[in-house]
């Protein structure tokens, strides 16, 4: 069931009316019952991994938790008698083991989703080193459909077993609370990821019918289906072409590269963050307050500025589960400090900088799966961002000695144009059809240049699958998405500023909002999960 | 107290940390700064400061900073 169709909202308003009416204490079982009942409609099989990662991990977390108890109810026998050094070692020996089964369990779940998604990879490596003594060797994996929601439940549920670990929270002792934290309904599909202690907890907490929960939530979905159906299913047309073999094969210029690459990414941005808008708003309308997920990306003056404003919550989870822990691991710390003393603290600084950026970007390659062109993706962004840390003080002095007001507004609109110039580069690696024809396109991108094509001058612009009156929709679009973006980056918080207005400016604003998205969105049968473009991560 | 602010100068000489009370929330140390700051805590106190202390909480002032400094002293 599509996050974008007529039956999920159908669904949502059924479930609410039922959220609503039951004794509250019932809310989460109607929440886990219709879970596990919109999971289902992605194929029964896939109820089978899921139920598999929550039983493993449920287990594993009660496991940790009594290791921990008895500890503590050791300690507490002990008494008085007991030093505080005897106490600490004694914590030191339960957290050893904790650890351990932490690090088990991890490697488990994080070794389902890397067989699962990158068995591909993983065989046509074996079957072309086999290939040179004349074995064959097929993949066994080759007809297994990556079940819905995989690496979000997965990265979910490795995060509780570590907060765990670290004493965040207890281990939950219901199964079926458990459960609902793995497969809460509106998240599954697209995320965002979230921890036990700020998502997990309110899921099971009673919930009374607010309207400013119900409303907000419903004009965020609105403006998600806004940016799903209106911009990114009409604009598709145009990277899908572009980013077709035929067309690759058939030659190109560099405009018409970077027409699609420009296209892509409005079509991944409008997709991603209208989806997750969808998602938090039917979680607001349940009183439930999902994490941020996007800031704005377009108007990042960096990489590393980029990836804080970009799937937020997954870059979230890789600070905390990945990038401290490599930052502050003893051999990390140690080479820092070594280099600190000789160097000065810039240099201590440089090196975990310059370790870390590559383990996550490791990991987001896997949580993609593995490609030669996500790993390609993945070093390109580890080596801007680490090379971001580590020249500062170089570009510091540039600017200085050139005189330049890095404060001014130019400079700004500089910094988010370059740093979109990268994020192009990034996108074409990924989506052209092999990663030698994404070196071949941006090459061609810097060095034919065809303005005649850009500027629609020969009508060839067109002729990608958005005809002139579906290019007027996209730009009036576009330019509302702009407008608003501008509003929000300057603090406005546009459903706060509505809710002040007047009623008719208010429900007129809403009224043309919901006739756009009804006369100008793209409809048709093919609407199904998967086409939410992370729907298939 | 005088200390730690000494040693957030070194990092980040562009923020007043006697002012700012929102470090982490409000994005104005990244995480390459909180880890050189935990860095130079760690050389300077002689302590260790583990992950599970990586909390916005522990980090969005030069007080809660020394907070956590203090803690771990007394711990230790």
């Given at each position: ?34 879970s ?14 899921i139920i ?6 449920y287990l ?25 050094e005897?106490?600490?070692?004694l ?12 690090v088990?369990?991890?490697?488990v779940?994080?070794?389902?989703l ?6 591909g ?11 040179l003594f ?8 080759m007809n ?25 929270h ?13 497969s809460?309904?509106p998240?599954i ?5 979230f ?10 907490q ?23 159906l ?31 690459v ?44 980029f990836?804080?404003r ?6 979230a989870?890789m600070?905390?589960?990945?990038f ?10 140690a080479?820092?400090k070594?280099?600190?003393t ?12 310059v ?10 390659g896997i ?30 002095k ?44 941006i090459?061609?991108?810097f060095t ?14 067109f002729?990608y699958g ?18 608003v ?11 706060e500023?509505l809710?002040?207005q ?10 043309a909002?919901?006739?756009?998205v009804l006369?100008?969105?793209i ?9 939410f473009?992370?729907?298939r991560? | 107290m ?27 140390l990244?995480?390459?700064d ?43």
């Amino acid at each position: 069931m599509a996050l974008n169709s007529l039956a999920f909202l159908a669904f949502l308003a059924l479930v609410l009316v039922v959220y609503y009416i039951v004794p509250k204490k019932f809310q989460w079982v109607v929440l886990l019952v219709a879970s596990y009942g919109f999971y289902l409609t992605s194929g029964i099989k896939n109820v089978l991994f899921i139920i598999g990662t929550t039983v493993f991990t449920y287990l594993s977390g009660l496991w940790m938790q009594k290791i921990r108890d008895k500890q503590l109810d050791y300690i507490k026998s002990l008494g008085d008698g007991v030093t505080k050094e005897q106490k600490r070692e004694l914590k030191k020996v339960a957290n050893k083991k904790i650890h351990s089964i932490q690090v088990a369990t991890a490697l488990v779940n994080l070794g389902v989703l890397v067989v699962i998604k990158c068995h591909g990879f993983i065989f046509d490596g074996i079957d072309k080193f086999f290939t040179l003594f004349k074995w064959d060797v097929s993949d066994p994996l080759m007809n297994l459909i990556v079940p819905l929601g995989l690496s979000y439940y997965t990265f979910n549920s490795i995060g509780y077993l570590i907060d765990i670990g670290r004493g965040k929270h207890k281990a939950e002792r219901n199964i079926g609370k458990f459960a609902l934290f793995v497969s809460f309904f509106p998240s599954i599909v697209q995320g965002p990821l979230f921890r036990y202690c700020d998502v997990g907890v309110q899921l099971t907490q009673e919930h009374k019918l607010n309207y400013d929960n119900i409303k907000h939530g419903a004009q965020l979905i609105l403006w998600g289906f806004f940016k799903k159906l209106v911009i990114a299913d009409r604009i598709s047309a145009i990277s899908a072409h572009v980013f077709s073999a035929d067309f690759v094969a058939s030659g190109y210029n560099g405009s018409q590269v970077f027409f699609g690459v420009l296209a892509y990414s409005f079509q991944i941005y409008c997709d991603f963050s209208g989806g997750t808008d969808i998602t938090r708003g039917a979680a607001q309308m349940m009183g439930i307050e999902l994490p941020l997920n996007f800031e704005r990306p377009f108007f990042a003056t960096s990489m590393a500025d980029f990836w804080r404003r970009w799937h937020m919550s997954l870059g979230a989870w890789m600070r905390e589960f990945v990038f401290y822990p490599v930052m502050l691991s003893k051999p990390v710390t140690a080479l820092s400090k070594k280099f600190r003393t000789k160097f000065g603290s810039h240099a201590g600084k440089i090196v975990p900088s310059v370790a870390a950026p590559f383990v996550v970007f490791f990991l987001i390659g896997i949580w993609h799966g593995i490609t030669w062109q996500y790993v390609c993706n993945g070093l390109y962004n580890a080596i801007l961002i680490s090379s971001t840390v580590a020249l500062t003080p170089v570009y510091t002095k540039i600017a200085k000695f050139l005189r330049i007001n890095t404060e001014a507004f130019s400079f700004r609109l500089f910094q988010m144009l370059r740093t979109f110039t990268l994020l192009c580069i990034s996108r074409i690696i990924v989506k052209a059809p092999s990663l030698s024809d994404a070196f071949a396109m941006i090459k061609t991108m810097f060095t034919s240049i065809d303005l005649q094509f850009l500027f629609g001058l020969n009508g060839e612009i067109f002729t990608y699958g958005v005809d002139e009156k579906n290019m007027l929709v996209l730009i009036f679009a576009i330019a509302i998405l702009t407008v608003v973006s501008i509003l929000q980056e300057n603090g406005l918080k546009i459903r706060e500023a509505l809710d002040r207005q007047n009623l008719i400016y208010r429900w007129g604003m809403i009224i043309a909002l919901a006739t756009i998205v009804l006369v100008f969105g793209i409809y048709g049968p093919q609407f199904d999960a998967s086409t939410f473009i992370y729907g298939r991560f | 107290m005088e200390k730690i602010i000494e040693i957030l100068e070194s990092i980040r000489s562009d923020v007043d940390f006697t002012k700012e009370e929102k470090l982490i929330d409000d994005g104005i140390l990244d995480s390459f700064d909180i880890v050189s700051i935990v860095g130079e805590l760690c050389d300077y106190y002689d302590i260790t400061i583990t992950v599970d202390m990586m909390e916005p909480e522990n980090f969005n002032s030069a007080e809660a900073i020394h907070a956590l400094v203090e803690g771990i002293l007394d711990e230790e």
